[in-house]
């Protein structure tokens, strides 16, 4: 059960910062992305540019909406190659500009619950010097059985596919 924004009570009875990782729910991809952490920030939060890497190649995102403010909503819709549409919506947590994004699926905006909660997404935008950006995503879900589930879909190829894509749109801008 959420005991406040950004943090999460495990069954374990101890509570757990969103900083830290807990092995058993937690699906962790780190980057080293040649861009600052504006950029790529940027690349996380204007709809304009989420559109452009959103989902990993073939598929596409033709929309994103974002409410950027914690309790506002977003909707990142992904397509397949055959145009079926997938909206994925979700609600924003924590925002530290150009440093950090936490957001969920158990909301879809203005704490409205949504009707299966999956994950939430810690992102953070560290300075790694010389322009680049230290970039860790970290799917924190709300079961075990649920990050199995998730790393079978194939979280580290697509996140990873993503996260180059991501690079060489931030890399740019």
Known sequence: ALSSPGQIQPNRGHQMSNDTID??????????????????????????????WFAPKP???????VDL????????????????????PGQYLE?????????TDAYVGDWAPSEKPFFTA??????????????????RHWTAEDAENHKKMGFH???????????ELAARI
Do not use: H
């Open 23 to 52: 092995t058993d729910r937690d699906l962790v991809l780190t980057r080293l992305i040649d861009a600052p952490p504006e950029a790529v920030y940027r690349c996380w939060t204007e709809p304009a540019l989420m559109t452009q």
């Open 59 to 65: 598929w596409s995102t033709p929309r994103a909406t």
């Open 69 to 88: 403010r914690v309790g506002g909503g977003n909707v990142v819709v992904m397509a397949d190659e055959a145009g079926n549409e997938y909206p994925n």
């Open 95 to 103: 925002i530290v500009p150009n440093k950090k994004l936490v957001f």
């Open 122 to 139: 810690i992102l953070t935008f560290e300075d790694a010097g010389a322009g680049k950006t230290k970039y860790t995503a970290v799917a």
């Open 157 to 167: 190829e697509g996140w990873g596919l993503c996260a180059a894509q991501l690079e």
